[in-house]
């Protein structure tokens, strides 16, 4: 138990010893790294737990206040135009998937056999068709400081069957047909 003690308030002075300012050669992801490699090092498990939790909130600290172009990371002040590096170019196209506009038309309609109700037929109303559609892809341009464009480009009509389907109910006064 002492050594556990011990090795819980040696947890800050050695963490501050083991993590360095991100302006140092090596990027935020390496001192995580080697921050973890130590903190599993120790045999008591409640230990390494406490270890592990500190060096994750120092890495998220060194990202979080990472202002060094090149160090991996597009921190505060860091943008496409002044540190690519890190923030990318800015220059990237969006596929936004295929949008269409249809349209239905009915091929035919038929009724089937009738159920007789006193003086009334109940016939259900089946239908089929065709499903028309103009389709269109959308892409979004993002450029490096500019409001990002959205082009349209047109890939064709497609047509598909639609298989028959139940329409609704008709009554017609009379004996039934079917």
Not at 26 to 54: I, M, N
Not at 142 to 166: D, R
Request: glycine share 8%.
């Amino acid at each position: 138990m002492m050594k556990a003690s011990l090795s819980l308030l040696m947890l800050p002075l050695a963490l501050a010893v083991l993590w360095a300012a991100p302006a140092q050669a090596y990027t935020c992801d390496d001192q995580l790294q080697d921050c973890l490699v130590w903190a599993w090092e120790d045999p008591e498990e409640r230990v390494r737990e406490l270890r592990e939790q500190e060096c994750h909130a120092q890495y998220n600290e060194c990202v979080n206040q990472s202002t060094v172009c090149g160090d991996g990371y597009c921190g505060m002040g860091e943008d496409c135009s002044n540190c690519s590096v890190d923030c990318g170019t800015g220059n990237y196209t969006y596929d936004n998937g295929v949008t269409s506009t249809c349209s239905y038309t009915m091929a035919r309609q038929w009724v089937t056999s009738g159920t007789q109700y006193g003086s009334y037929c109940e016939y259900p109303m089946y239908e089929d068709g065709y499903r028309t559609c103009q389709n269109y892809r959308k892409y979004t341009v993002y450029a490096c400081n500019a409001a990002p464009t959205t082009t349209t480009v047109y890939e064709g009509t497609s047509t598909h069957y639609v298989p028959p389907f139940f329409v609704g109910m008709v009554w017609e006064v009379g004996d039934c047909i079917h």
